[in-house]
T-cell receptor
Framework: GAVVSQHPSWVICKSGTSVKIECRSLDFQATTMFWYRQFPKQSLMLMATSNEGSKATYEQGVEKDKFLINHASLTLSTLTVTSAHPEDSSFYIC????????????FGPGTRLLVL | KQEVTQIPAALSVPEGENLVLNCSFTDSAIYNLQWFRQDPGKGLTSLLLIQSSQREQTSGRLNASLDKSSGRSTLYIAASQPGDSATYLCAVRLTGTASKLTFGTGTRLQVTL
């Protein structure tokens, strides 16, 4: 199946700093990518839908100024957590939709963020 | 708003046992339903995808069924093995939602020797 990578796999940062997470589709072009957040022992919650060349669509309750999403190319979407706080500590997972198979989303391995 | 619930939340079975995981959803206007496996601290691995017009899908020791009218899906695992230990998530995609998935609460499975 298709491969989606995330970088970094884990990051520790100080409160108040910004952290950028990259999501790449390695063997297909993804016009749409999705960003999820998962707290310990909870399920995945969709944060936003990232569309190549246009603004992201955020889910209710997700602050677009805090979680900046950029989808500048068909193989790369980035999520920047601005002015991170300890409550932003979570597991962030991206997925990419393969346009040749509309139903199929391929998930990245996730990025664990710890804000001290 | 679509809500997806999985029962049980956790399950421990001895190796070799057959087991069933349950998933229920409140809005039956789904496009498809997917079962995933997640190992601790890892991403998701897709196991089975059932289209709304289908009633079941099989892959090896896994069989997933879908009853759209009652808002239920089950994942049957035959002859469980310790390597099956993981969290199992179901996710539904509603029609007309551009691939947006709503995930269930998950079932943590432990298969013991």
């Amino acid at each position: 199946g298709a491969v989606v990578s995330q970088h970094p796999s884990w990051v520790i940062c100080k409160s108040g700093t910004s952290v950028k997470i990259e999501c790449r589709s390695l063997d297909f072009q993804a016009t749409t990518m999705f960003w999820y957040r998962q707290f310990p022992k909870q399920s995945l919650m969709l944060m936003a839908t990232s569309n190549e060349g246009s603004k992201a669509t955020y889910e209710q309750g997700v602050e677009k100024d805090k979680f900046l999403i950029n989808h500048a190319s068909l193989t790369l979407s980035t999520l920047t957590v601005t002015s991170a706080h300890p409550e932003d500590s979570s597991f962030y997972i991206c997925s990419a939709r393969d346009p040749t198979s509309k139903e199929t989303q391929y998930f990245g391995p996730g990025t664990r963020l710890l804000v001290l | 708003k679509q809500e997806v619930t999985q029962i049980p939340a956790a399950l421990s079975v001895p190796e070799g046992e057959n087991l069933v995981l349950n998933c229920s959803f409140t809005d039956s206007a789904i496009y498809n339903l997917q079962w995933f496996r997640q190992d601790p601290g890892k991403g998701l691995t897709s196991l089975l995808l059932i289209q709304s017009s289908q009633r079941e899908q099989t892959s090896g020791r896994l069989n997933a069924s879908l009853d759209k009218s009652s808002g239920r899906s089950t994942l049957y695992i035959a002859a469980s093995q310790p390597g099956d230990s993981a969290t199992y998530l179901c996710a539904v995609r509603l029609t007309g939602t551009a691939s947006k998935l709503t995930f269930g609460t998950g079932t943590r499975l432990q298969v013991t020797l």
